[in-house]
């Protein structure tokens, strides 16, 4: 899953990215309101934590953006703001969450994952999609009952697939849900079928009927042919 992280507060930022990135989550940062704007207009995530004060713009108006381009993007806002005006304006405006800092890092990590749980996969914390089961918490992935070992960018992709059954997607959303903004630096996008085929692979060795679809020169699609 990916996140954006928009907090003016380096340290802090930094502090939320590395602890987000080891429960596995690809994660970016944006340090002011120009800069986050850009973002959500560019890029998709499926989070983004914003604080309200940002240099040269403010939280509300870029929570208001982001509901405009993009109404399946989970919002939780992150501010030293405590008063009821604000949160009440924060969950007007299209944020799923609001919360109050300073918080403990397992609390926003909690608010991540059952945001993302309702948004993706109806609050349930195990995937089923025929043979194929995936423990979110555990981040383990079965077929047929017998446990199927990923790399961390293979399990990221199942999860995309997942979360959008039958919806052909491009290359290139692919490689950027992966790999965010980092894949602009890349010589092709050839990276992107090797993991697709390597993902392949594990799932038909343990019996998976092959649900990964070539879509001729768009990208691919996940479900039933």
Request: glycine share 6%; charged share 25%; hydrophobic share 35%.
């Amino acid at each position: 899953m990916k996140i954006l992280v928009i907090e003016d507060e380096k340290a802090l930022a930094g502090s939320i990215t590395s602890q987000l990135e080891k429960e596995g989550y690809l994660c970016e940062a944006a340090y002011d309101y120009p800069s986050g704007l850009e973002k959500i207009m560019i890029y998709n995530y499926d989070c983004v934590v914003v604080d309200i004060n940002l240099p040269g713009g403010d939280g509300f108006s870029l929570v208001d953006n982001l509901k405009k381009s993009s109404s399946s993007t989970g919002i939780i806002i992150i501010s030293a703001r405590n008063s009821l005006d604000d949160k009440v304006r924060g969950l007007n405006t299209g944020s799923d969450d609001y919360l109050v800092k300073p918080f403990h890092f397992s609390e926003l990590n909690a608010r991540i994952k059952s945001l993302l749980r309702r948004r993706n996969f109806n609050g349930s914390n195990e995937i089923v999609f025929h043979e194929i089961k995936v423990d979110l918490n555990s981040r383990k992935v079965y077929v047929n009952n017998n446990e199927i070992v990923l790399y961390r960018k293979e399990f990221d992709l199942l999860m995309y697939f997942l979360s959008n059954k039958n919806h052909v997607l491009t290359k290139v959303a692919i490689a950027e849900h992966l790999w965010g903004d980092n894949i602009d630096s890349a010589d092709s996008l050839d990276i992107v079928y090797s993991h697709i085929k390597n993902l392949r692979k594990k799932l038909l060795d343990k019996g998976s009927k092959d649900y990964i679809q070539s879509v001729y020169g768009i990208g691919y699609k996940f479900g039933e042919k």
